[in-house]
Protein backbone atom coordinates (compact mmCIF):
# COMPACT_ATOMS: atom_id res chain seq x y z
CA UNK A 1 0.00 0.00 0.00
CA UNK A 2 2.60 2.18 0.95
CA UNK A 3 3.60 1.39 -2.96
CA UNK A 4 0.37 1.88 -4.05
CA UNK A 5 -0.16 5.31 -2.96
CA UNK A 6 3.47 7.12 -2.62
CA UNK A 7 5.07 5.92 -5.54
CA UNK A 8 2.52 7.67 -8.03
CA UNK A 9 3.48 11.00 -5.68
CA UNK A 10 6.95 10.74 -6.58
CA UNK A 11 6.89 12.80 -10.00
CA UNK A 12 5.65 15.69 -7.27
CA UNK A 13 8.23 15.08 -4.52
CA UNK A 14 11.61 13.96 -5.87
CA UNK A 15 12.38 12.25 -1.85
CA UNK A 16 9.64 9.88 -2.83
CA UNK A 17 11.43 8.12 -5.81
CA UNK A 18 12.70 5.50 -2.66
CA UNK A 19 10.15 3.63 -2.24
CA UNK A 20 10.15 2.86 -5.99
CA UNK A 21 13.69 0.83 -4.53
CA UNK A 22 12.98 -2.54 -3.79
CA UNK A 23 16.21 -2.75 -1.41
CA UNK A 24 14.59 -0.02 0.18
CA UNK A 25 10.85 -1.44 0.28
CA UNK A 26 12.86 -4.96 1.32
CA UNK A 27 14.84 -3.18 4.46
CA UNK A 28 10.71 -1.42 5.61
CA UNK A 29 9.39 -5.01 5.04
CA UNK A 30 11.90 -6.05 7.42
CA UNK A 31 11.63 -3.77 9.95
CA UNK A 32 7.57 -3.55 10.07
CA UNK A 33 7.64 -7.70 10.08
CA UNK A 34 10.17 -7.78 13.35
CA UNK A 35 8.56 -4.53 14.98
CA UNK A 36 4.71 -6.35 14.31
CA UNK A 37 6.19 -9.72 15.52
CA UNK A 38 7.70 -7.88 18.75
CA UNK A 39 4.34 -6.02 19.48
CA UNK A 40 2.10 -8.70 18.67
CA UNK A 41 3.91 -11.52 19.96
CA UNK A 42 3.13 -11.42 23.93
CA UNK A 43 -0.59 -10.25 23.35
CA UNK A 44 -0.96 -13.18 21.23
CA UNK A 45 0.47 -15.37 24.05
CA UNK A 46 -1.96 -14.21 26.46
CA UNK A 47 -5.39 -14.81 24.57
CA UNK A 48 -3.58 -17.99 23.43
CA UNK A 49 -3.05 -18.81 27.39
CA UNK A 50 -6.37 -17.47 28.26
CA UNK A 51 -8.43 -19.22 25.36
CA UNK A 52 -6.95 -22.76 26.80
CA UNK A 53 -5.32 -22.79 22.78
CA UNK A 54 -2.53 -25.80 24.07
CA UNK A 55 -0.21 -28.36 22.39
CA UNK A 56 -1.22 -31.68 23.41
CA UNK A 57 2.19 -33.24 24.09
CA UNK A 58 2.05 -37.24 23.02
CA UNK A 59 3.18 -39.96 25.01
CA UNK A 60 5.13 -41.37 22.77
CA UNK A 61 7.77 -38.42 23.14
CA UNK A 62 11.12 -38.25 24.39
CA UNK A 63 11.18 -37.73 28.37
CA UNK A 64 11.99 -34.09 28.33
CA UNK A 65 8.44 -33.29 26.42
CA UNK A 66 6.22 -33.81 29.55
CA UNK A 67 7.43 -30.55 30.67
CA UNK A 68 6.22 -28.80 27.36
CA UNK A 69 2.46 -29.67 28.45
CA UNK A 70 0.44 -26.66 27.96
CA UNK A 71 2.64 -24.67 26.01
CA UNK A 72 0.50 -22.41 23.84
CA UNK A 73 0.78 -23.38 19.61
CA UNK A 74 -1.18 -21.73 16.97
CA UNK A 75 2.23 -19.23 16.99
CA UNK A 76 2.09 -19.15 13.64
CA UNK A 77 -0.90 -16.89 13.54
CA UNK A 78 1.57 -14.24 14.71
CA UNK A 79 4.49 -15.10 11.80
CA UNK A 80 1.42 -14.87 9.30
CA UNK A 81 0.07 -11.65 10.59
CA UNK A 82 3.47 -9.97 11.08
CA UNK A 83 4.90 -11.00 7.64
CA UNK A 84 1.47 -10.57 5.56
CA UNK A 85 0.74 -7.32 7.00
CA UNK A 86 4.33 -5.91 6.38
CA UNK A 87 3.85 -7.22 2.55
CA UNK A 88 0.63 -5.88 2.24
CA UNK A 89 2.46 -2.56 3.23
CA UNK A 90 5.52 -2.40 1.21
CA UNK A 91 4.97 -4.42 -1.38
CA UNK A 92 3.57 -4.01 -5.04
CA UNK A 93 0.23 -5.79 -4.63
CA UNK A 94 -0.43 -5.88 -8.45
CA UNK A 95 2.97 -8.23 -8.85
CA UNK A 96 1.19 -11.58 -10.08
CA UNK A 97 4.43 -13.87 -8.07
CA UNK A 98 3.70 -11.65 -4.72
CA UNK A 99 -0.07 -12.60 -5.53
CA UNK A 100 0.19 -16.21 -6.06
CA UNK A 101 2.82 -16.27 -2.90
CA UNK A 102 -0.04 -14.38 -0.56
CA UNK A 103 -2.65 -17.43 -1.46
CA UNK A 104 -0.15 -19.87 -1.06
CA UNK A 105 0.68 -18.85 2.10
CA UNK A 106 -2.90 -18.04 2.93
CA UNK A 107 -4.02 -21.44 1.47
CA UNK A 108 -1.65 -23.55 3.75
CA UNK A 109 -2.22 -21.36 6.62
CA UNK A 110 -5.90 -22.51 6.62
CA UNK A 111 -4.92 -25.92 6.25
CA UNK A 112 -2.58 -25.90 8.85
CA UNK A 113 -4.94 -24.03 11.59
CA UNK A 114 -7.98 -26.63 10.72
CA UNK A 115 -5.40 -29.16 11.75
CA UNK A 116 -4.18 -27.52 14.91
CA UNK A 117 -7.90 -26.71 16.06
CA UNK A 118 -8.94 -30.04 15.46
CA UNK A 119 -5.50 -31.10 17.83
CA UNK A 120 -6.34 -28.48 20.60
CA UNK A 121 -10.56 -29.22 20.71
CA UNK A 122 -9.94 -33.07 20.74
CA UNK A 123 -7.02 -32.50 23.38
CA UNK A 124 -4.84 -35.01 21.50
CA UNK A 125 -2.12 -35.39 18.58
CA UNK A 126 -4.38 -36.58 15.67
CA UNK A 127 -5.39 -33.68 13.67
CA UNK A 128 -7.57 -34.61 10.31
CA UNK A 129 -6.73 -37.41 8.36
CA UNK A 130 -3.24 -37.38 6.79
CA UNK A 131 -4.72 -38.43 3.40
CA UNK A 132 -6.94 -35.31 3.64
CA UNK A 133 -4.22 -33.15 4.93
CA UNK A 134 -2.24 -34.13 2.00
CA UNK A 135 -4.73 -33.60 -0.81
CA UNK A 136 -5.75 -30.35 0.47
CA UNK A 137 -1.64 -29.62 0.02
CA UNK A 138 -1.50 -31.05 -2.91
CA UNK A 139 -4.68 -28.81 -4.76
CA UNK A 140 -4.14 -25.31 -3.09
CA UNK A 141 -0.12 -26.25 -4.61
CA UNK A 142 -1.39 -27.42 -8.19
CA UNK A 143 -4.00 -24.67 -8.68
CA UNK A 144 -0.97 -21.92 -7.66
CA UNK A 145 1.75 -23.83 -9.89
CA UNK A 146 -1.09 -24.14 -12.93
CA UNK A 147 -1.24 -20.19 -12.90
CA UNK A 148 2.06 -19.90 -13.13
CA UNK A 149 2.74 -22.26 -15.68
CA UNK A 150 0.20 -20.45 -17.76
CA UNK A 151 1.91 -17.20 -17.83
CA UNK A 152 3.39 -16.30 -21.19
CA UNK A 153 6.59 -15.31 -19.88
CA UNK A 154 6.81 -18.30 -17.57
CA UNK A 155 10.04 -20.75 -18.68
CA UNK A 156 9.42 -24.54 -17.39
CA UNK A 157 13.77 -25.58 -17.86
CA UNK A 158 15.58 -26.47 -14.42
CA UNK A 159 18.35 -24.31 -13.25
CA UNK A 160 21.11 -26.81 -11.92
CA UNK A 161 23.42 -25.96 -9.32
CA UNK A 162 26.52 -25.37 -10.31
CA UNK A 163 26.10 -26.13 -13.66
CA UNK A 164 25.54 -23.08 -16.00
CA UNK A 165 24.85 -25.04 -19.38
CA UNK A 166 22.88 -28.51 -17.78
CA UNK A 167 19.38 -26.69 -17.96
CA UNK A 168 16.67 -29.19 -18.72
CA UNK A 169 13.03 -28.28 -20.22
CA UNK A 170 10.31 -30.47 -18.19
CA UNK A 171 7.25 -29.52 -20.02
CA UNK A 172 3.89 -29.77 -18.66
CA UNK A 173 6.31 -32.15 -16.12
CA UNK A 174 6.85 -28.74 -14.52
CA UNK A 175 3.70 -28.80 -12.72
CA UNK A 176 3.73 -31.16 -10.96
CA UNK A 177 7.52 -31.12 -10.09
CA UNK A 178 6.91 -27.33 -8.75
CA UNK A 179 4.32 -29.17 -6.61
CA UNK A 180 6.11 -31.33 -5.07
CA UNK A 181 8.74 -28.80 -4.60
CA UNK A 182 6.01 -27.06 -2.80
CA UNK A 183 4.09 -29.88 -0.42
CA UNK A 184 7.54 -31.36 -0.02
CA UNK A 185 8.76 -29.04 1.37
CA UNK A 186 6.15 -27.87 3.54
CA UNK A 187 5.99 -30.70 5.23
CA UNK A 188 9.57 -31.09 5.70
CA UNK A 189 9.17 -27.75 7.94
CA UNK A 190 6.70 -29.58 9.59
CA UNK A 191 8.54 -32.62 10.43
CA UNK A 192 11.48 -30.62 11.76
CA UNK A 193 9.26 -28.27 14.32
CA UNK A 194 9.78 -30.70 16.96
CA UNK A 195 12.04 -28.78 19.59
CA UNK A 196 12.21 -25.25 20.45
CA UNK A 197 13.38 -22.82 17.87
CA UNK A 198 14.59 -26.37 15.74
CA UNK A 199 12.43 -25.37 12.43
CA UNK A 200 12.57 -21.64 12.56
CA UNK A 201 15.87 -20.50 12.74
CA UNK A 202 16.75 -22.46 9.17
CA UNK A 203 13.49 -21.12 8.14
CA UNK A 204 15.17 -17.54 8.52
CA UNK A 205 18.22 -18.82 7.17
CA UNK A 206 16.57 -19.83 4.29
CA UNK A 207 14.11 -17.61 3.52
CA UNK A 208 17.64 -14.71 3.98
CA UNK A 209 19.45 -16.64 1.37
CA UNK A 210 15.89 -16.67 -1.14
CA UNK A 211 15.42 -12.82 -0.55
CA UNK A 212 19.06 -12.38 -2.28
CA UNK A 213 18.51 -15.06 -4.81
CA UNK A 214 15.04 -13.60 -5.48
CA UNK A 215 16.71 -9.95 -6.08
CA UNK A 216 19.01 -11.10 -8.26
CA UNK A 217 16.85 -13.07 -10.66
CA UNK A 218 14.67 -10.26 -11.00
CA UNK A 219 17.86 -7.92 -11.62
CA UNK A 220 18.71 -7.91 -15.16
CA UNK A 221 22.07 -6.95 -14.47
CA UNK A 222 23.29 -9.21 -11.90
CA UNK A 223 21.21 -12.30 -13.24
CA UNK A 224 23.26 -11.73 -16.55
CA UNK A 225 26.45 -10.83 -14.81
CA UNK A 226 25.88 -14.42 -12.67
CA UNK A 227 24.51 -16.25 -15.81
CA UNK A 228 20.87 -16.98 -14.02
CA UNK A 229 17.81 -17.33 -15.28
CA UNK A 230 16.23 -13.59 -15.30
CA UNK A 231 12.48 -13.72 -14.17
CA UNK A 232 11.30 -10.10 -14.09
CA UNK A 233 9.19 -9.87 -11.84
CA UNK A 234 10.38 -12.07 -9.27
CA UNK A 235 12.78 -8.94 -7.32
CA UNK A 236 9.40 -7.97 -5.73
CA UNK A 237 9.81 -11.90 -3.90
CA UNK A 238 12.67 -10.27 -1.84
CA UNK A 239 10.43 -8.18 0.07
CA UNK A 240 8.10 -11.50 0.48
CA UNK A 241 11.34 -12.92 1.95
CA UNK A 242 12.60 -10.05 3.73
CA UNK A 243 9.17 -10.64 6.16
CA UNK A 244 9.63 -14.30 6.50
CA UNK A 245 12.88 -13.62 7.69
CA UNK A 246 12.49 -11.34 10.39
CA UNK A 247 8.86 -12.32 11.51
CA UNK A 248 10.48 -14.97 11.83
CA UNK A 249 13.34 -13.76 14.21
CA UNK A 250 10.42 -11.93 16.11
CA UNK A 251 8.34 -15.45 16.77
CA UNK A 252 12.14 -17.02 18.09
CA UNK A 253 12.21 -14.36 20.79
CA UNK A 254 9.04 -16.48 22.12
CA UNK A 255 10.19 -20.15 20.72
CA UNK A 256 13.68 -20.20 21.77
CA UNK A 257 14.38 -22.59 24.41
CA UNK A 258 11.89 -22.88 26.87
CA UNK A 259 9.74 -22.06 24.29
CA UNK A 260 6.69 -19.64 25.74
CA UNK A 261 4.63 -20.39 22.12
CA UNK A 262 4.97 -23.05 19.43
CA UNK A 263 3.95 -22.36 16.00
CA UNK A 264 1.61 -24.77 15.48
CA UNK A 265 0.90 -26.27 11.47
CA UNK A 266 -0.67 -22.69 11.15
CA UNK A 267 3.11 -21.84 11.12
CA UNK A 268 5.01 -24.40 9.76
CA UNK A 269 3.08 -25.56 6.59
CA UNK A 270 2.81 -22.41 5.11
CA UNK A 271 6.39 -21.17 5.68
CA UNK A 272 7.65 -24.27 4.34
CA UNK A 273 5.02 -23.44 1.27
CA UNK A 274 6.58 -20.19 1.32
CA UNK A 275 9.88 -21.09 0.31
CA UNK A 276 9.20 -23.84 -1.81
CA UNK A 277 6.81 -21.60 -3.93
CA UNK A 278 9.80 -18.77 -4.38
CA UNK A 279 11.38 -21.58 -4.93
CA UNK A 280 10.24 -22.15 -8.19
CA UNK A 281 9.28 -18.44 -9.06
CA UNK A 282 13.01 -17.64 -8.59
CA UNK A 283 14.19 -20.46 -10.99
CA UNK A 284 16.52 -21.77 -7.92
CA UNK A 285 14.13 -24.72 -7.15
CA UNK A 286 16.92 -27.63 -6.91
CA UNK A 287 19.09 -25.14 -4.79
CA UNK A 288 16.33 -25.54 -2.11
CA UNK A 289 18.17 -28.69 -1.53
CA UNK A 290 20.66 -27.37 -0.33
CA UNK A 291 19.63 -23.93 1.40
CA UNK A 292 16.72 -26.08 3.30
CA UNK A 293 19.39 -28.89 4.02
CA UNK A 294 18.18 -29.05 8.17
CA UNK A 295 14.85 -29.63 6.49
CA UNK A 296 16.11 -32.28 3.97
CA UNK A 297 17.98 -34.39 6.64
CA UNK A 298 14.62 -34.59 8.79
CA UNK A 299 12.97 -35.51 5.98
CA UNK A 300 15.24 -38.44 5.24
CA UNK A 301 15.83 -39.38 8.22
CA UNK A 302 11.75 -40.00 8.30
CA UNK A 303 11.79 -41.75 4.93
CA UNK A 304 14.90 -44.12 5.81
CA UNK A 305 13.22 -45.39 9.11
CA UNK A 306 10.10 -46.29 7.80
CA UNK A 307 11.45 -47.92 4.89
CA UNK A 308 13.70 -49.66 7.47
CA UNK A 309 10.90 -50.85 9.53
CA UNK A 310 9.01 -51.69 6.54
CA UNK A 311 11.98 -53.83 4.50
CA UNK A 312 14.22 -54.84 8.00
CA UNK A 313 11.51 -54.60 10.61
CA UNK A 314 14.33 -52.72 12.35
CA UNK A 315 14.99 -49.26 13.47
CA UNK A 316 17.76 -47.40 11.79
CA UNK A 317 17.78 -44.14 14.40
CA UNK A 318 16.04 -44.65 18.01
CA UNK A 319 13.49 -42.59 16.97
CA UNK A 320 12.40 -40.28 13.73
CA UNK A 321 12.80 -37.40 12.54
CA UNK A 322 16.80 -37.35 13.51
CA UNK A 323 16.28 -34.42 16.68
CA UNK A 324 14.31 -37.19 18.67
CA UNK A 325 17.21 -39.43 17.77
CA UNK A 326 20.01 -37.37 19.21
CA UNK A 327 17.32 -36.26 22.26
CA UNK A 328 17.46 -40.42 22.76
CA UNK A 329 21.17 -40.26 22.60
CA UNK A 330 21.97 -37.84 25.36
CA UNK A 331 21.97 -34.59 23.55
CA UNK A 332 20.88 -31.81 25.66
CA UNK A 333 17.72 -30.18 23.57
CA UNK A 334 19.61 -26.89 22.93
CA UNK A 335 22.25 -28.02 21.87
CA UNK A 336 20.74 -30.07 18.92
CA UNK A 337 19.03 -26.54 18.37
CA UNK A 338 21.94 -24.55 17.71
CA UNK A 339 23.97 -27.33 16.00
CA UNK A 340 21.29 -27.04 13.85
CA UNK A 341 21.46 -23.36 13.32
CA UNK A 342 24.69 -23.60 12.64
CA UNK A 343 24.42 -26.39 9.73
CA UNK A 344 21.69 -23.96 8.21
CA UNK A 345 24.43 -21.03 8.06
CA UNK A 346 26.47 -23.07 6.53
CA UNK A 347 23.92 -24.34 4.08
CA UNK A 348 22.91 -20.50 3.62
CA UNK A 349 26.97 -19.74 2.61
CA UNK A 350 27.00 -23.15 0.15
CA UNK A 351 23.74 -21.97 -1.73
CA UNK A 352 25.22 -18.33 -1.80
CA UNK A 353 28.36 -19.43 -3.61
CA UNK A 354 26.54 -21.97 -6.17
CA UNK A 355 25.65 -18.36 -7.79
CA UNK A 356 29.14 -17.94 -8.72
CA UNK A 357 30.84 -21.05 -8.52
CA UNK A 358 28.84 -22.47 -11.77
C1 LIG B 1 4.41 -32.81 13.85
N1 LIG B 1 4.77 -32.20 16.01
C2 LIG B 1 5.51 -32.19 17.18
C3 LIG B 1 3.79 -27.95 17.78
C4 LIG B 1 4.52 -27.60 16.52
C5 LIG B 1 5.55 -39.92 10.14
C6 LIG B 1 6.00 -39.29 11.42
C7 LIG B 1 7.47 -39.18 11.47
C8 LIG B 1 5.28 -37.92 11.63
C9 LIG B 1 5.78 -37.13 12.81
C10 LIG B 1 4.88 -35.96 12.98
O1 LIG B 1 3.74 -36.10 13.34
N2 LIG B 1 5.45 -34.77 12.73
C11 LIG B 1 4.77 -33.53 12.58
C12 LIG B 1 5.43 -32.80 14.88
C13 LIG B 1 4.82 -31.43 18.36
O2 LIG B 1 4.80 -30.02 18.01
C14 LIG B 1 3.59 -29.46 17.59
O3 LIG B 1 3.42 -29.62 16.21
C15 LIG B 1 3.68 -28.38 15.55
C16 LIG B 1 4.34 -28.57 14.22
N3 LIG B 1 3.45 -29.26 13.39
O4 LIG B 1 4.51 -26.24 16.30
O5 LIG B 1 2.58 -27.28 17.84
C17 LIG B 1 5.69 -31.58 19.59
O6 LIG B 1 7.02 -31.17 19.30
C18 LIG B 1 7.58 -30.50 20.43
N4 LIG B 1 7.92 -29.11 20.07
C19 LIG B 1 8.82 -28.44 20.84
N5 LIG B 1 9.13 -27.14 20.52
C20 LIG B 1 8.59 -26.50 19.44
O7 LIG B 1 8.93 -25.30 19.19
O8 LIG B 1 9.32 -28.97 21.81
C21 LIG B 1 7.36 -28.49 18.97
C22 LIG B 1 7.69 -27.20 18.64
C23 LIG B 1 5.25 -30.70 20.75
C24 LIG B 1 6.53 -30.56 21.53
O9 LIG B 1 6.72 -31.71 22.30
O10 LIG B 1 4.19 -31.32 21.45
C25 LIG B 1 5.67 -33.66 17.57
O11 LIG B 1 6.82 -34.10 17.60
O12 LIG B 1 4.63 -34.27 17.82
N6 LIG B 1 5.82 -37.96 13.98
C26 LIG B 1 6.75 -37.80 14.89
O13 LIG B 1 7.54 -36.90 14.86
C27 LIG B 1 6.79 -38.89 15.90
N7 LIG B 1 7.82 -39.84 15.46
C28 LIG B 1 7.59 -41.16 15.30
O14 LIG B 1 6.50 -41.66 15.52
N8 LIG B 1 8.67 -41.89 14.87
C29 LIG B 1 8.57 -43.28 14.61
C30 LIG B 1 8.13 -43.47 13.14
C31 LIG B 1 8.93 -42.67 12.12
C32 LIG B 1 8.05 -44.89 12.75
C33 LIG B 1 9.91 -43.94 14.87
O15 LIG B 1 10.98 -43.34 14.71
O16 LIG B 1 9.87 -45.09 15.29
C34 LIG B 1 7.15 -38.35 17.23
N9 LIG B 1 6.18 -37.42 17.68
C35 LIG B 1 5.98 -37.23 18.96
N10 LIG B 1 6.53 -37.98 19.85
N11 LIG B 1 5.13 -36.31 19.39
C36 LIG B 1 7.30 -39.50 18.20
C37 LIG B 1 7.46 -38.99 19.57
Redesign the pocket.
Known amino acids: MIYYYLAPLAAEYSFLNVVRYLTFRSVLAALIALVLSFVLGPRLIRALRAGQIR????????EG?AL??G?P????FLILTAMLGSVLLTADLTNFYVIMTVLVIVGFGAI?WW??YL?VTRGN?AGFS?RVKFAAQVLVATVAMTALYMRPEFDPTLSVPFMKHFNPNLGLVYIPFAVLVIVGTS?AV??T????????GPVMTTAATYAILTYAAGHAKIAGYLLIPRVPGAGELAIVCAAIATASLGFLWF?T?P?Q?????V???PLGAALGTVAVVSKNELVLIIAGGVFLVEALS?II??TS?KLRGK?V?????IH??FELTGWP?PLIIVRAWIISIICALVTLASLKLR
Open positions: QPVSEFAPHKTTTMGGGDDKNANNLDGLDGLAINYALFMGDGSLVQLIRFRMAPHHE
